[in-house]
Structure formats: structure tokens, C-alpha cells
């Protein structure tokens, strides 16, 4: 009895896991904010220059080490708090622990105590900092074949660290700026040409460097060197997805809708050999060829002992749930970077593993719908075929059906992929939002749906789809003779009769068109949709949006319409936007401080300093305004903040894709539940994205100087007027809705004014006001 | 009367707009007084002293300074916009001849001639819109912007300071002279332009710097040759001459800078 229960247990374990595994979850940031994130670049800058003080060097050499600190510090935090970098998640986890595998003894790089993040792109990268910090993509987990290629890369990037590679590149990119400025000002683009090849040599000196030394402290490990020699096939390949499956045609239709073979590709681009000889960029590269490194790398590895040694130290379950994880994350990390066909590859690559996962399906609808929005707003189907004839391997079937695939064909395509997931979870908000989007998109190509056959296709269409323009890849795969043809489809058996009453009625052009109609192939892509009204009543609520947006816009198009408009500036310029609004959620105010007299031209400490003056100003001048304003920054959070550090994560994501989004018409976010999940957290639907960029420029004293000739009365005001800068300055506010996508213009001021906190003051109340008052 | 009648029609009408304006101004305070002091340097001339207590006849070196004092109530009525009712005060003098009929003669020979020095003030009451300059950062009160309105000028004078010349230089000084009978008051409209800064300090105080033109709604009608008088015109005509010749000038550019308080 009690031998059973274990046996219960176990296989309820068991189950737990296989369910665990079905439905993974996107990582994030956990437990504790390390120091890294939250401690202000200005303090971290002073305690390094702090190291500096005391030490002989030249003046020069201190200046750009301070410089470098500077921007260094700076530009790492800008990484690590936009969002992308993950801490304390297992894949973070999981990476630290191979480090602390590898035995490195230099007591610098040890009291650098160096420590990895996961950034979460798709891209297949690692990079150090000198200040210790190691950056390993989500990409490159996803492609890696073990422990030990991780550990090799890692122990590449420990040799950066100790050897401060990156100061060292950014002093010899100075000399280099330096000694080809003086020595060959008049050379023009053959200076600038030496300068990148310069430049280029030296950092791939280093990078020789870190192979070499990586590979010392590689060996002294326990990890087998054999594995390592992938590890640059890898690197040499990470332009392709992490797999390499055939996309099957099937994936995209059902037993009506059928893809035309035109639209297919018998035979994908063949994946590029390695080849060290073939490797021409490697002059302007800033990394040895792949096919180099190896092959020098073989020849090391060669002599090493490989006895005992292992390809995983630590428990390789633990490896493969993690790269499971991390490919995982891909379709969706492709998805937030606009490379929708590597999206849907990358969805279907997963699909094969988790066949019922919904998440990676809505990634397949959500691309699908991007990429024909896109396609309707503004066709960018030559750039997609271009990029489309250089993809290798099977993900190029991919790219070449979403570049053959016309707008229209894109639109049917995805209103019927999205509809298709919406019926089976109408609950979900963001497929909701998506699906009627995609309605609305399809209902300004098509005014009914006569077009759609319902009934089986029963007829021989044409695979190769006559009529297929032929100028054109892109072009519509059917015939696109523009003739309205109003035949009511409310049900298959009226259909049938009236065709075949009126049939001796039917003119020539009729004929014509019916002819044409019977070779598209998308004529029965909702053959079952059609079968009910729901489908029908979706596509009515479509046009009747279309509508409304093509009234509103004849109405601004008439002269009514214009002085309406003219009527609601004015209005706007004397009181604002008057959005009635009460709380708003203000995420990581921005200030940016660039003086264009200096060669380096960003003020980072006077913008740190400004950003918390802003910051405190907005939360100051929110409450004078009495609006509830709650202000989410990352570089005020302590430690215990990570639920907020995450929130801020995923709206800086959504706050970028609106602004990628910015010429289309409401689109929702690509992770729009989440969103949704954050502004109920925090009770309010507006978030408003705000910061200042101000600038000083060299002043024009000519001006002065004339004023004060002729009038030497004036000289109390034109003295002042003469050594003083020139101001500009960006103000900028504009507040979201996050849940529907509608967003404000509240400010996008560019004015020639000093940003004085006064001046900040108003214009911060200003943005209140206008989204307080009604 | 009549006058009064219109200024309190324009006042009625400017109300509803400053109740029911609802704009920003500075951090929510709309209202604000301020003092404003406006001056223009002026090099020679018959009074160089404003106040014109000091000097008669003509100022041969130096620089002088015109001051104005102003109180004005300034209401934001828009992002961009504010309004002020403002009041000024300033005396300055003028020079202007006057002649008489000498007392006891028999006429027809000439006549006394008596140049006058008038101590002047001028006291004003004006309305002024002011449109902040949005490409400027500016947002009511705070920036640059540049204003017009109107200004009624509400002048008197009085004579300070006379020398006469007798036809009889004999008999004169002993009988002295018949009264010059002149109306010393007269009224002044100007339209008025200008453009300043405003700068807010502590949240609270307003420092304010700028310049402004004034022009005379009838304008045409002055003589600006500085001519304050002469036989063939009457003493009133004298008088009057002078004084705009006065006031105008005075009005027409000035150098302003002033301190404000935000009130509400």
C-alpha cells in the first residue's frame, strides 16, 4: 500500500513536469534588484574615477580614461534598464553557475567579481564589460549544443573583463582618430576608410587575445575542449533560426483554403558553407572570421588533454530546460523585433514541441496581422523580397510566401488565422483587440463578402492560380479586374438559386469576372467561417468602423470639416487637450542634456542630474495639480521593487512598439495582456511617456556685435547676449491608453528656450493640466 | 461720461472670458500684480529732468532718465495669453509759450511774451492682451511675449516756472501781466506694442524685462518738430502743442523692467 503511494506520487510528479514542460513560461527578472541596476551612473562613475586619482600617466591618457569611464557607466545602464536584461531568472541562474565554473585566478578580474546577464534578444551574442559585467543573449542560449560552448564563450569574455579590452579599444580608437586627423585631413574618404580598417585590426587583436587566453582558462576546467570547436559553427550560423525544420504548407491552410504552389518554393536557398577563404569582409570586421578562429582553435584544442573532461558539469536536464526556455522566448522576442516571417518560423519551430501551446499560435496570428498592416499602411514587400532571396536554409520558405503574398492576401490570411484563434478564446483581450483590428483592415479591401465562396471548392483551381500578375512578386496571386459585383451570400442554397436564375442575364464583363474569381485561391478561405452569422457580424462591425473613419475623414476633408478642425486647435492651443483624466502612471521621465560646443557633446552627469530634479519636479507639481500620478523609474527603485522593475520593463517594450507603430492606426501590444495586467495593477489605463532633450549650441555673436556698433547703448544687453550659448530644448509628453492604444500628443515642443526649472515647472504642469482638466 | 461708459463696456465684456478661462497659468496661480518701472535714456533736450523741478531752459550736457511707474493686475486667460489692467503715473515738464496783452496798453503794438516752464503729470489707464510665444517655451505667465492694448493718458499740468518779457519793459514789470488763461488737462490715447520677458523666481516672484512702443491713435495731428508755441497760435494751442510733443515722446519707447507677485 504505502509502496503505491510513492508510486502515485512519483507519477503525479511526473505529470506536474510534463504539464510544466507543455506550457513554459516567458522568463523575467526575479528576486532581488542587484546593485548594477539601481545605482545611479554618476556614483558609480566617481568611485571609479577615485581609482584613477594618484596614478602617474599623461594628462591625455587620464582624460580619456575618465571619458570612458564615463560613457561606459552611462551607456551600460541605459542597457541595463531598458527592460532587456534579465536577472535572478534561471536562464541568469544557470549561466552564473557555469562561470563560477571556470577557474580563473587573476586577482583583478576576481575583485571585479564577475557576474552575467541574460539579455533578452534573439540575437546570437555575448559582450563584457570592463566593470565586469557579462551580457549572454537569448539567442545564443537557444542555439548553443552544451554546458562547455557556454563556459568557452564565457571564459572569452573574462579575458575582456581582465584586460579592460574595451578601454583599451576606445584609447587606440582616440590615437587612431587622432593620428589620421593630423596626418591626413585632405585624404577624405580614404582617411575614413584607414580609420575603420585601423580601428577594425585592433579590435580583432583582442579578440584573438580573448580566444587564446579564454581557451587557458578553459583548458584548467573540467569541460571537454572537443565541445568547443562547434561553438564557432554556431557563432559562424547565427544568422539562422535555432533549428532547421521544413516548413510544411499545410501550417497556414485547412481543407478549403489551400496555398497556390506559385507561392511556394520548391527548393529553399541552400545554407552557405564556412569557409575561411570566401571570408572577405573580415578586413572591416571587428572579429576574426569564424572559419579562422576555428580552425586556429582546433590546433589547440589538438594538443589538450581530454581525458575525464565533460560536456556538462552540472546536470544537463538543467542545460536543456534552459535552452528550451530560451527558444521559447524566440518567436516571441522576433515578434517584439519586427522580423515577423523569423517570428512564425520560429512560432512553428516551437509548435512542433508544444503543438497545443495558444501562445505561440497568437504569435503566428499576431505576425501574420503586423505584417499585412504594415503592407496596407505603406507595402514594404520589395525590401521583404530582397531580404527574402538572401535567406538560407528553410526559414526562407518563410520569408518568400510573406513577400509573394500581396496586402490583400496577407489581410484574408490573417483575419482568418486571428478569427480562427478568437473562437476559441474569445475571453482573450489582446486576440480580441487583434481580431477586430484585422476585421477592420480586411473591411477596407473587401465591401462584402461576395467575393468568398461558401461552399466547398469542389472546382479545379489552378495551383499555380491564373491571372497572377506578373510583374510583380508581391502582386496579388489572382486576377484584380476592379468590377463591383453585388451578389448577396446569405446562405449557399440562396446563393445557388439566384445564380441560377439570373445566369442568361450575365453580361460579358460578368462572365469575365466570374471567371477570374473562380482562380482565387483565397475564394474559399472562410468556406466554414461563412457557414454562421458570428463571422458575418464581425466583418459588419469592420465596415462599419471603415465607415465612420472614411466619414470623419470626408468630413475633414470639407471645408466644414477644416474649419471644425482649425475651430478645435484653437481651442487646444488656449486650454490643451482637457482629457478629464485623474491618475496617470509616468514611466522613466527622461532628460538628456547635449552640448554641441564640446567634441563630447552628451552631458551624462548633468542629465543624471536633471533626470531626478525632473522626476522630483513631476512628482512634486502632480500633487499642486491634484492629479493621482504615480511615477514608475527604474533608477529610483530599491532592491525589493522587482515586480515594479519588471512592470517597467514590459511597458518600456510596449511604449516602443507604439512608437514603431506610430503611422498605423490603433494596433494593439504585442504582449497586450500583460499590459492590460499592469494598468489594472496600478488603476489607471494612462501612462505618460515624457522627458526633455535640451541643447546648447555655439552662439552667432556677428549678431551682437552689429547690434552693439551701431547702437553702443546697448552693449549692457548685447555683452550678456554674446557669451552666452544658444538654447534649444525638447520637451515631449505624449499619454497612452494602453488598454485600446489611443494615445495624446500632450507636448512636442521644440523651442530655443534654456531649461530652467521654471520653464520645466510650467510645462510639467502644463502636461497635467491639459490631461486633468475637462 | 461717455468714455467711462465704453472702458466699463469692454471691462463687462473681458469678464466672462476671465471667469471662465481655465488655463494653467503658473503651476495654477493666474493672477498676478506687478510693479513696473519704464524709462528711456534721453540725451539733451529742454527737460532733461522728467520731474522738471529742477532745471528751466534747456539742459546743455548730460543723460537724463524718464521713469514711469506702473501697477498692473494680470489675469492668464489662456495657454498663451494674459490679460492686465494697468495703471501709470510719471511727471515730466514742457516748455511752451504763452502771450498777453500788456495791462493799461492801448493794443495793437505788441504783447507780453511769457515762456512758461509746465510741471506735468501724467497719469495713465490701459488694458493690454499679451500673447506668449509658444515657440519660445513660453507658457502664460512665464516666457516671452509680446502685448498690445490701449492707454488713455489723463494729463495736468501746472505752471512751475515763468519769465516774462514786456513790450513795456518799463511800465510792465510795475502792472505785471493779465492771467494766462490755459486749460492745463488734456487726454491722451495711445495704442500700445511691446514685447518682454518674463522670469519666474521661487515659484512665486516674477522679474520682468522688455520694451514698448506707443503710438497716439491720432497721430497725424502732432507736430514733432518740437515747436511748443508761437504768436500766431492761441496759449491753449501753445500749451497743447507742447504737451504732446512731451508725451508723445516720452511715450514712444520705453525700456521696462518690472517685479510681479503670483497672487492665485
Known amino acids: 500500500m504505502r509502496f503505491s503511494k510513492y508510486i502515485y506520487a512519483t507519477l503525479f510528479l511526473l505529470c506536474s513536469f510534463t504539464l510544466l514542460a507543455q506550457t513554459p513560461e516567458l522568463l523575467k527578472s526575479e528576486g532581488k534588484i542587484p546593485k548594477d541596476f539601481i545605482t545611479p551612473s554618476t556614483v558609480k562613475y566617481k568611485n571609479q574615477v577615485k581609482s584613477l586619482e594618484g596614478k602617474k600617466a599623461k594628462r591625455r591618457d587620464k582624460k580619456n580614461k575618465k571619458r570612458f569611464i564615463l560613457e561606459s557607466n552611462f551607456g551600460i545602464d541605459d542597457i541595463l534598464q531598458s527592460g532587456l536584461v534579465l536577472f535572478n531568472d534561471p536562464a541568469s541562474l544557470y549561466i552564473n553557475k557555469v562561470l563560477d565554473n571556470l577557474p580563473f585566478s587573476d586577482h583583478k578580474l576576481k575583485k571585479k567579481k564577475p557576474r552575467a546577464y541574460i539579455l533578452n534578444t534573439p540575437a546570437v551574442n555575448a559582450f563584457a564589460t570592463d566593470q565586469g559585467i557579462i551580457f549572454v543573449t537569448l539567442g545564443l542560449l537557444a542555439n548553443l549544443e552544451n554546458e562547455a560552448q557556454l563556459a568557452f564563450i564565457l571564459a572569452h569574455e573574462l579575458i575582456h573583463v581582465q584586460h579592460q579590452h574595451a578601454l583599451n579599444k576606445f584609447e587606440q580608437s582616440k590615437e587612431i582618430d587622432r593620428s589620421i586627423g593630423r596626418k591626413q585631413k585632405n585624404m577624405g574618404q580614404m582617411s575614413v576608410d584607414r580609420n575603420v580598417f585601423e580601428k577594425s585590426m585592433y579590435s580583432r587583436k583582442l579578440e584573438e587575445q580573448a580566444d587564446d587566453e579564454g581557451l587557458e582558462i578553459f583548458l584548467k576546467s573540467e569541460y571537454d575542449p572537443e565541445m568547443v570547436l562547434n561553438t564557432f559553427k554556431i557563432l559562424h550560423y547565427a544568422y539562422l533560426p535555432f533549428d532547421n525544420l521544413v516548413f510544411e504548407k499545410p501550417f497556414l491552410e485547412d481543407e478549403h483554403f489551400k496555398l497556390p504552389s506559385k507561392l511556394w518554393l520548391n527548393d529553399v536557398n541552400p545554407i552557405s558553407a564556412m569557409n575561411d577563404e570566401k571570408d572577405d569582409d573580415e578586413k572591416l570586421s571587428t572579429h576574426p572570421s569564424s572559419a579562422k578562429r576555428l580552425k586556429k582553435i582546433k590546433e589547440q584544442v589538438r594538443n589538450a588533454k581530454t581525458g575525464n573532461k565533460k560536456a556538462f ?53 499576431k505576425a501574420l496581422y503586423m505584417e499585412a498592416k504594415y503592407r496596407n499602411y505603406d507595402d514594404p514587400g520589395d525590401k521583404l523580397i530582397d531580404i527574402a532571396d538572401e535567406a538560407e536554409g528553410e526559414v526562407h520558405q518563410v520569408y518568400n510566401l510573406m513577400a509573394k503574398l500581396s496586402p490583400k492576401e496577407l489581410t484574408i490570411l490573417a483575419t482568418k488565422y486571428n478569427w480562427n484563434l478568437y473562437k476559441e478564446a474569445k475571453e482573450d483581450n489582446e486576440l480580441e483587440l487583434t481580431t477586430k483590428d484585422a476585421f477592420t483592415e480586411f473591411a477596407y479591401i473587401f465591401e462584402d463578402l461576395s467575393d468568398f465562396s461558401t461552399s466547398a471548392n469542389t472546382e479545379e483551381v489552378s495551383s499555380d492560380t491564373k491571372g497572377t500578375k506578373n510583374d510583380s512578386n508581391s502582386s496579388d496571386s489572382g486576377s484584380d479586374i476592379e468590377i463591383e459585383i453585388e451578389i448577396e451570400t446569405e446562405s449557399t442554397s440562396d446563393q445557388t438559386t439566384a445564380e441560377n436564375t439570373e445566369e442568361k442575364k450575365k453580361t460579358k464583363l460578368d462572365n469575365i469576372e466570374e471567371q477570374s474569381n473562380k482562380n482565387y485561391y483565397w475564394k474559399y478561405a472562410f468556406v466554414n467561417e461563412l457557414k454562421g452569422n458570428e463571422f458575418r457580424n464581425h466583418f459588419a462591425e469592420g465596415l462599419e468602423i471603415v465607415k465612420e473613419r472614411k466619414e470623419k475623414d470626408d468630413y475633414y476633408d470639407s471645408s466644414a470639416g477644416y474649419r471644425a478642425y482649425r475651430k478645435q486647435l484653437k481651442k487646444e492651443e488656449k486650454k490643451g487637450k482637457q482629457l478629464g483624466i485623474k491618475k496617470v502612471v509616468v514611466v522613466n521621465p527622461f532628460y538628456l542634456s547635449i552640448d554641441a560646443r564640446k567634441n563630447d557633446a552628451i552631458q551624462y552627469i548633468r542629465s543624471e542630474e536633471k533626470q531626478v530634479a525632473f522626476r522630483e519636479s513631476i512628482e512634486k507639481i502632480s500633487k499642486i495639480s491634484k492629479i493621482n500620478a504615480k511615477v514608475l523609474d527604474v533608477t529610483a527603485l530599491s532592491s525589493n521593487n522587482i515586480e515594479t522593475f519588471n512592470d517597467i520593463s514590459e511597458i518600456n517594450n510596449y511604449f516602443s512598439q507604439q512608437m514603431d507603430h506610430y503611422d498605423l492606426t490603433l494596433t494593439p501590444a504585442y504582449n497586450q495582456n500583460a499590459t492590460n495586467a499592469i494598468a489594472e495593477k496600478y488603476g489607471s489605463d494612462y501612462f505618460l511617456w515624457t522627458g526633455v532633450i535640451s541643447l546648447r549650441e555655439k552662439n552667432n555673436k556677428w549678431r551682437y556685435t552689429v547690434l552693439s556698433l551701431l547702437y553702443p547703448i546697448f552693449l549692457p544687453l548685447t555683452i550678456p547676449g554674446a557669451v552666452t550659448p544658444e538654447f534649444d530644448m525638447l520637451y515631449y509628453a505624449i499619454l497612452f491608453d494602453v488598454k485600446t492604444g489611443r494615445r495624446s500628443i500632450l507636448k512636442m515642443d521644440y523651442f530655443d528656450k534654456r531649461d530652467s526649472k521654471t520653464i520645466l515647472n510650467a510645462h510639467i504642469y502644463d502636461v497635467f493640466h491639459q490631461i486633468n482638466s475637462k | 461720461m461717455h468714455k467711462l461708459k465704453l472702458l466699463l463696456f469692454i471691462l463687462s465684456s473681458l469678464a466672462p472670458l476671465i471667469l471662465m478661462a481655465q488655463p494653467p497659468g503658473y503651476l495654477g496661480k493666474r493672477a498676478s500684480v506687478n510693479f513696473t518701472v519704464s524709462s528711456l535714456p534721453v ?22 532718465f524718464n521713469y514711469e511707474f506702473e501697477g498692473d493686475f494680470s489675469y492668464v486667460v489662456g495657454r498663451y495669453r494674459s490679460l492686465s489692467l494697468k495703471v501709470g503715473q510719471y511727471y515730466t515738464g514742457a516748455l511752451s509759450q504763452a502771450y498777453t496783452t500788456p495791462l493799461g496798453a492801448s493794443g495793437g503794438y505788441g504783447q507780453d511774451e511769457h515762456d512758461l516752464f509746465h510741471r506735468v503729470n501724467v497719469k495713465s489707464i490701459g488694458i493690454i492682451l499679451s500673447r ?14 509680446f502685448y498690445w492694448g490701449v492707454k488713455r493718458t489723463f494729463i495736468s499740468a501746472s505752471i512751475a516756472e515763468m519769465t516774462t518779457d514786456y513790450r513795456d519793459e518799463v511800465v510792465g514789470p510795475i502792472f505785471g501781466h493779465r492771467p494766462i488763461n490755459i486749460d492745463q488737462s488734456m487726454n491722451i ?72 507677485y503670483l497672487l492665485f
Open chain 1, 313 to 365: 558539469i552540472l546536470p544537463e536536464s538543467m542545460f536543456r530546460d534552459i535552452q528550451s526556455k530560451a527558444r521559447y522566448q524566440i518567436p516571441f522576442l522576433n515578434l517584439y523585433a519586427e522580423n515577423f516571417p523569423e517570428a512564425i518560423y520560429t512560432a512553428y519551430l516551437m509548435l512542433k514541441e508544444y503543438p497545443d501551446n495558444f501562445e505561440l499560435k497568437k504569435i503566428v496570428g
Open chain 2, 43 to 64: 540725451i539733451l533736450g529742454p527737460t532733461v529732468n522728467n520731474r522738471g523741478r529742477d532745471y528751466f531752459g534747456e539742459k546743455k550736457k548730460g543723460i537724463g
Open chain 2, 132 to 145: 506668449f510665444k509658444k515657440e519660445k517655451g513660453a507658457l502664460a505667465p512665464i516666457g516671452n511675449r
Open chain 2, 189 to 260: 490715447n495711445f495704442l500700445v506694442l511691446g514685447w518682454s520677458n518674463h522670469q519666474v523666481f521661487w515659484d512665486k516672484l516674477i522679474l520682468k524685462t522688455g520694451f514698448r512702443i506707443a503710438i497716439p491713435f491720432n497721430l497725424a495731428e502732432y507736430d514733432f518738430e518740437g515747436d511748443s508755441g508761437g504768436s500766431t497760435f492761441t496759449n491753449q494751442e501753445n500749451f497743447e502743442s507742447a504737451i504732446n510733443s512731451r508725451v508723445v515722446n516720452h511715450e514712444l519707447f520705453r525700456v521696462d523692467i518690472g517685479v510681479g
